[in-house]
């Protein structure tokens, strides 16, 4: 139980930094584990936090629905 609190603080404090660092990343306040995985993993939140940390390091951040009709592209293309 312990360590269940523990993960869910750090999910806490992450999303918390990651929104003070880019602005609202569309997650509750206490996420769970599926939702903020979820809201990761298309890359686009930590590239804009990595560009804010060290600006220029990821030189060109695609949006969202690029990557969806890449992905589509790559599905039926």
Do not use: D, T
Not at 5 to 11: C, K, P
Not at 41 to 55: D, M, Q, S, T, Y
């Amino acid at each position: 139980m312990l360590l269940f609190l523990f993960a869910a603080w750090r999910r806490y404090q992450a999303a918390s930094w990651l929104e003070n660092l880019v602005g609202p990343i569309g997650i509750a306040n206490n996420p769970s584990e599926k939702e903020f995985i979820s809201r990761l993993r298309n890359g686009l939140v930590l590239c804009n936090a990595i560009n804010k940390v060290h600006p220029g390091a990821v030189p060109k951040v695609l949006s969202l629905l690029v990557l969806i009709h890449l992905s589509l592209l790559g599905k039926f293309g």
